[in-house]
């Protein structure tokens, strides 16, 4: 076993619950600004909808399993790109869209449905492909992690804060309209506090290691990029979706990939280095390519 599969990065469990909470009240927040009609404006699109929606939870996942069988990382970064391809779409994706003059509505209807849908297919996806790697599946036996226990942990940090949010901003409108961006941006800079603090306390082994995960990160995320805006081109969406879409693929949820990581699998070195680097870098490419094309009005 190479010596990243052996680190195990420290979180203690004061911490890692006070991080949970955080997660949660992150998902309040962005639930604060969804509602029903979101989702069935996004209804009207089917098309569109469903790409975002299979090209996310079910092409990205497989696409990443043939990744790691062409890059041969180790086992745990192996599982932390698997990890990191089941995880819904991240909640900036919405605002780099809009960024970018793509379709805002759509990239809001996705992202939403995403969540939901990662209530299932995150566990589901998780285990399914790394399990069936050669590469990784001896490491998934050593963790014997349950994909129900993963659900359950799922449901607390998405499900619960998505429709308390979405009830929140129903029935109190006014009480909604005066704390949502501020609550957006201060759980927001909680979060990437808590990120960096875990980064901070384990900064020997992120420096040690960083090199082994940045190729495979950019080569992954940029598959992820490529792979939404072609789908879009491949079926004649207009532009802005093709943007949607592009962000939707590109920007995953690391923040809950790393919490599944330091409450499931002991914080191996492998899998929170990539998820962690995966945070910063989708980040970087994704505000580069929304500069990009708020330049170029989408035709």
């Not at 696409?63 to 391809?85: A, D, H, K, N, R």
């Not at 995403?114 to 001896?138: E, I, Y």
């Not at 808590?194 to 290691?209: D, K, M, R």
Request: charged share 10%; hydrophobic share 55%; glycine share 8%.
């Amino acid at each position: 076993m190479a010596p990243i599969d052996q680190v195990h990065l420290s979180f203690n469990p004061q911490t890692l619950t006070l991080l949970n909470a955080v997660l949660g009240l992150v998902m309040f927040g962005v639930a604060l600004e969804l509602r029903v009609e979101d989702f069935k404006l996004a209804l009207r699109t089917p098309k569109a909808l469903a790409l975002g929606l299979l090209g996310h939870h079910l092409l990205f996942p497989a696409m990443t399993y043939v990744l790691v069988t062409i890059l041969q990382p180790e086992p745990s970064i192996g599982l932390g790109m698997i990890l990191v391809s089941s995880c819904p779409a991240g909640h900036i994706s919405n605002f780099m869209v809009h960024y970018s003059r793509g379709n805002t509505a759509l990239s809001v209807s996705i992202s939403a449905l995403s969540t939901v849908v990662a209530l299932l297919m995150t566990p589901l996806n998780f285990a399914f492909w790394g399990n069936l790697h050669p590469l990784t599946s001896a490491l998934m036996k050593e963790v014997a992690m349950s994909p129900w226990d993963m659900l359950e942990v799922i449901v607390m940090l998405l499900g619960v804060p998505l429709v308390l949010g979405m009830w929140v901003a129903k029935q109190f409108p006014g009480f909604t309209r005066r704390v949502q961006k501020p609550m957006k941006f201060v759980s927001l800079l909680i979060l990437l506090a808590f990120i960096g603090s875990a980064l901070a306390s384990n900064l020997t082994h992120f420096v040690e290691f960083i090199h082994m995960v940045v190729g495979a990160v950019f080569v992954h995320n940029l598959m992820a990029f490529v792979t939404g805006y072609a789908l879009g081109w491949m079926v004649r969406l207009p532009e802005r979706d093709r943007r949607a879409i592009t962000f939707e693929m590109g920007i995953q949820n690391s923040g809950l990939g790393l919490l599944l990581i330091f409450n499931f699998f002991g914080g191996i070195g492998g899998m929170a280095i990539v998820t962690a680097w995966w945070g910063i870098w989708h980040i970087v490419a994704g505000m580069a390519l929304a500069t990009f094309w708020k330049n170029r009005p989408p035709v």
